[in-house]
């Protein structure tokens, strides 16, 4: 985790760009509030099928592994979101604005 600043324009453009990572931050801006790392990706999932449920398990996992190895870290690298693996929650940081 890190919360002691934000990227560069250039991290965070490259950040945005992804799809993924896209749906997480919506996902955490309308949830208004921190989220489980098992919220997030139920809710990513959904995102992704086009608001139609069901994700398979496999998904599943592999939406979870690529959140908390890759997607996630890239986030709070650039001060986006907060991630807590010890506590499996995400935030949105204060220093997104």
Excluded: F, W
Excluded at 52 to 80: F, M, N, Q, W
Aim: net charge negative.
């Amino acid at each position: 985790m890190r919360v002691d600043g934000a990227g560069t324009e250039a991290q965070i453009h490259s950040a945005l760009a992804n799809e993924r990572r896209r749906h997480v931050l919506s996902t955490l801006e309308e949830a208004e509030s921190e989220l489980t790392l098992t919220e997030l990706v139920r809710e990513v999932a959904r995102r992704e099928r086009g608001n139609e449920p069901g994700a398979t398990s496999d998904e599943v996992k592999r939406i979870r592994i690529s959140l908390y190895h890759r997607h996630l870290p890239k986030l709070a690298d650039v001060g986006l979101v907060e991630h807590h693996p010890g506590k499996k929650t995400v935030a949105l940081t204060d220093e997104r604005e």
